[in-house]
Protein backbone atom coordinates (compact mmCIF):
# COMPACT_ATOMS: atom_id res chain seq x y z
CA UNK A 1 0.00 0.00 0.00
CA UNK A 2 2.66 2.33 1.24
CA UNK A 3 4.90 1.68 -2.47
CA UNK A 4 1.61 2.33 -4.50
CA UNK A 5 1.14 6.22 -2.63
CA UNK A 6 4.83 6.71 -3.26
CA UNK A 7 4.31 5.24 -6.36
CA UNK A 8 1.22 7.96 -7.47
CA UNK A 9 2.79 10.81 -5.67
CA UNK A 10 5.86 10.41 -8.12
CA UNK A 11 3.78 10.05 -11.11
CA UNK A 12 1.57 13.01 -10.18
CA UNK A 13 5.04 15.31 -9.68
CA UNK A 14 6.81 13.52 -12.72
CA UNK A 15 3.46 15.20 -14.64
CA UNK A 16 3.18 18.36 -13.03
CA UNK A 17 4.21 21.42 -15.31
CA UNK A 18 8.13 22.58 -15.08
CA UNK A 19 7.47 26.23 -14.90
CA UNK A 20 5.71 25.81 -11.10
CA UNK A 21 8.47 23.65 -10.07
CA UNK A 22 11.18 26.08 -11.23
CA UNK A 23 9.65 29.13 -9.57
CA UNK A 24 9.10 27.15 -6.17
CA UNK A 25 12.51 26.34 -6.79
CA UNK A 26 13.62 29.96 -7.28
CA UNK A 27 12.10 30.99 -4.28
CA UNK A 28 13.38 31.08 -0.86
CA UNK A 29 11.43 30.84 2.32
CA UNK A 30 14.37 33.06 4.51
CA UNK A 31 15.00 36.32 4.31
CA UNK A 32 18.75 36.30 5.62
CA UNK A 33 19.84 35.14 1.45
CA UNK A 34 17.93 38.34 0.44
CA UNK A 35 19.63 40.61 3.12
CA UNK A 36 22.58 39.33 2.87
CA UNK A 37 23.08 40.37 -0.64
CA UNK A 38 22.23 44.00 0.50
CA UNK A 39 25.38 45.69 0.29
CA UNK A 40 24.41 48.51 2.57
CA UNK A 41 26.76 48.70 5.15
CA UNK A 42 27.26 51.42 6.74
CA UNK A 43 30.43 52.06 8.63
CA UNK A 44 30.41 54.40 11.64
CA UNK A 45 32.76 55.02 14.28
CA UNK A 46 32.27 53.87 17.59
CA UNK A 47 32.93 56.79 20.39
CA UNK A 48 34.67 55.96 23.49
CA UNK A 49 33.62 57.70 26.80
CA UNK A 50 36.42 60.08 26.84
CA UNK A 51 35.09 61.03 23.13
CA UNK A 52 31.99 61.88 24.36
CA UNK A 53 31.21 65.88 24.24
CA UNK A 54 27.57 66.47 22.94
CA UNK A 55 24.27 64.66 22.94
CA UNK A 56 24.61 63.49 19.12
CA UNK A 57 27.37 61.39 20.48
CA UNK A 58 25.29 59.25 22.99
CA UNK A 59 23.68 57.70 19.48
CA UNK A 60 24.61 54.49 18.63
CA UNK A 61 25.48 53.05 15.59
CA UNK A 62 22.20 50.17 15.42
CA UNK A 63 22.52 46.98 14.19
CA UNK A 64 23.73 45.68 10.70
CA UNK A 65 20.83 45.04 8.29
CA UNK A 66 19.45 41.12 9.13
CA UNK A 67 21.05 40.88 12.60
CA UNK A 68 19.33 41.30 16.36
CA UNK A 69 21.06 44.39 17.65
CA UNK A 70 22.94 44.39 20.91
CA UNK A 71 22.35 46.58 23.82
CA UNK A 72 25.48 48.19 22.74
CA UNK A 73 24.65 48.33 19.04
CA UNK A 74 21.04 50.04 20.17
CA UNK A 75 21.66 51.80 23.51
CA UNK A 76 21.40 55.75 23.46
CA UNK A 77 21.45 58.52 26.04
CA UNK A 78 22.18 58.08 29.36
CA UNK A 79 21.95 53.90 29.17
CA UNK A 80 24.98 54.50 26.22
CA UNK A 81 26.96 56.64 28.48
CA UNK A 82 26.77 54.18 31.32
CA UNK A 83 27.87 51.16 29.01
CA UNK A 84 30.92 53.41 27.38
CA UNK A 85 32.02 54.11 31.02
CA UNK A 86 31.89 50.73 32.34
CA UNK A 87 33.85 49.59 29.44
CA UNK A 88 36.50 51.75 30.29
CA UNK A 89 35.82 50.93 34.32
CA UNK A 90 34.12 55.13 35.07
CA UNK A 91 31.44 54.80 37.50
CA UNK A 92 29.09 57.32 35.90
CA UNK A 93 26.80 56.95 38.62
CA UNK A 94 28.25 56.67 41.67
CA UNK A 95 26.85 53.64 42.55
CA UNK A 96 29.43 52.44 45.39
CA UNK A 97 27.57 52.28 48.84
CA UNK A 98 27.49 54.50 51.41
CA UNK A 99 30.00 54.67 54.12
CA UNK A 100 29.04 52.45 56.56
CA UNK A 101 32.04 52.57 58.50
CA UNK A 102 30.54 54.41 61.38
CA UNK A 103 27.00 56.11 62.52
CA UNK A 104 26.69 59.94 61.43
CA UNK A 105 26.73 62.58 63.74
CA UNK A 106 25.57 66.16 63.70
CA UNK A 107 29.08 67.15 64.27
CA UNK A 108 30.37 64.52 61.00
CA UNK A 109 27.40 63.25 59.26
CA UNK A 110 27.99 60.74 56.21
CA UNK A 111 27.88 63.08 53.24
CA UNK A 112 25.88 61.52 50.40
CA UNK A 113 26.95 63.46 46.98
CA UNK A 114 24.02 64.60 44.14
CA UNK A 115 23.29 66.09 40.80
CA UNK A 116 19.64 65.98 41.63
CA UNK A 117 18.16 68.86 44.07
CA UNK A 118 16.74 65.53 45.50
CA UNK A 119 17.95 62.46 46.70
CA UNK A 120 17.07 59.17 48.27
CA UNK A 121 18.67 57.09 50.81
CA UNK A 122 18.22 54.02 52.49
CA UNK A 123 19.64 53.50 55.69
CA UNK A 124 20.56 49.88 57.06
CA UNK A 125 21.65 51.14 60.49
CA UNK A 126 25.34 51.07 62.20
CA UNK A 127 26.59 48.30 62.02
CA UNK A 128 25.59 47.72 58.59
CA UNK A 129 22.13 45.46 58.55
CA UNK A 130 21.50 46.08 62.05
CA UNK A 131 17.82 47.37 61.10
CA UNK A 132 15.44 46.64 58.35
CA UNK A 133 16.03 49.48 55.47
CA UNK A 134 14.59 53.21 56.07
CA UNK A 135 14.05 55.09 53.29
CA UNK A 136 14.98 59.01 53.71
CA UNK A 137 14.76 62.13 51.60
CA UNK A 138 17.57 65.30 51.58
CA UNK A 139 17.14 68.02 48.97
CA UNK A 140 19.05 70.77 48.43
CA UNK A 141 16.64 72.88 50.64
CA UNK A 142 16.50 70.21 53.73
CA UNK A 143 20.21 69.34 53.29
CA UNK A 144 20.65 67.02 57.03
CA UNK A 145 18.34 64.01 57.58
CA UNK A 146 18.36 61.45 60.80
CA UNK A 147 17.39 57.96 60.35
CA UNK A 148 14.81 57.43 63.40
CA UNK A 149 15.52 54.16 63.74
CA UNK A 150 19.32 54.48 64.68
CA UNK A 151 19.97 57.94 64.69
CA UNK A 152 22.42 58.00 62.06
CA UNK A 153 22.61 61.63 60.36
CA UNK A 154 23.16 61.86 56.27
CA UNK A 155 23.97 65.45 54.61
CA UNK A 156 23.43 66.08 51.02
CA UNK A 157 26.21 68.13 49.28
CA UNK A 158 24.97 69.15 45.91
CA UNK A 159 26.82 69.12 42.98
CA UNK A 160 24.93 69.63 40.04
CA UNK A 161 24.25 73.00 38.17
CA UNK A 162 23.17 76.17 39.82
CA UNK A 163 19.28 77.04 37.94
CA UNK A 164 19.36 80.00 36.50
CA UNK A 165 17.02 82.73 37.49
CA UNK A 166 16.57 84.91 34.34
CA UNK A 167 13.24 83.38 33.75
CA UNK A 168 9.88 85.01 35.36
CA UNK A 169 8.40 83.49 37.83
CA UNK A 170 4.40 84.17 37.48
CA UNK A 171 3.42 86.12 40.62
CA UNK A 172 0.10 84.43 41.43
CA UNK A 173 2.68 80.92 42.32
CA UNK A 174 2.62 79.67 45.83
CA UNK A 175 5.98 78.77 46.74
CA UNK A 176 6.11 75.06 47.71
CA UNK A 177 6.08 74.05 51.10
CA UNK A 178 7.86 70.83 52.77
CA UNK A 179 5.39 68.99 54.68
CA UNK A 180 6.66 68.24 58.03
CA UNK A 181 8.54 64.97 59.26
CA UNK A 182 9.39 63.30 62.57
CA UNK A 183 13.02 66.04 62.37
CA UNK A 184 10.52 69.31 62.47
CA UNK A 185 9.34 67.96 66.40
CA UNK A 186 12.96 66.93 67.64
CA UNK A 187 13.34 69.15 70.25
CA UNK A 188 16.73 71.36 69.63
CA UNK A 189 19.01 70.55 72.54
CA UNK A 190 18.81 66.50 71.02
CA UNK A 191 20.28 67.61 68.19
Not at 49 to 66: N, Q, R, V, W, Y
Not at 96 to 124: H, W
Not at 164 to 181: A, L, R
Request: proline residues 7%.
Amino acid sequence: MLLQRTFALALRRAAAPRAAISFAAKRTLATTPIRRDIKKEVEQKVKTFSEIKTEEDLIGPGAAPGTVPTDFEQATGLERLEILGKMEGVDVFDMKPLDASRRGTMENPIVVQSFGEERYLGCTGYPADSHNTIWLTVSKDRPIERCPECGGVYKMEYIGAEASHDHHHDEHHTEHVDPPTMADFVKPQYW
